[in-house]
């Protein structure tokens, strides 16, 4: 059975950073490619970031680009985000993602809530 656990949200001042964790189980996680999204109240959830089985290729929507980082530890089947020069606009409930593929189920996390004050 496939899980996805986030962690490491929570509320933190505007310029501040934060690094969340996404911990997965039942997958060969080394083989696959993970994603973070994140979703705002009354809005739809967006994609923020992705990286390659093997970490060589990294993606960023562009409203985090510079300041956010994705990155992964495949001995701890562990994907991280690290997000710095944190905005008020990058508060979200922000979720772990397994992408979906012809032999594969999409899977997500719980989410875990990264709060920004200004």
């Known amino acids: 059975q496939v899980q996805l656990v986030e962690s490491g949200g929570e509320l933190v001042q505007a310029g501040g950073s934060l690094r969340l964790s996404c911990v997965a189980s039942?997958?060969?996680?080394?083989?696959?490619?993970m994603a973070w999204y994140r979703q705002a109240p009354g809005n739809q959830r967006e994609w923020v970031a992705q990286?390659?089985?093997?970490?060589?290729?990294?993606d960023y929507a562009d409203s985090v680009k510079g300041r956010f980082t994705i990155s992964r530890d495949n001995a701890k089947n562990t994907v991280y985000l690290q997000m710095n020069n944190l905005k008020p606009e990058d508060t979200a409930v922000y979720y772990c993602n397994l992408p979906g593929g012809p032999n594969q189920d999409e899977y997500w996390g719980r989410g875990t809530q990264v709060t920004v004050s200004s």
């Open positions: 039942g997958i060969i996680f080394r083989f696959k490619t």
């Open positions: 990286i390659t089985s093997g970490g060589g290729t990294t």
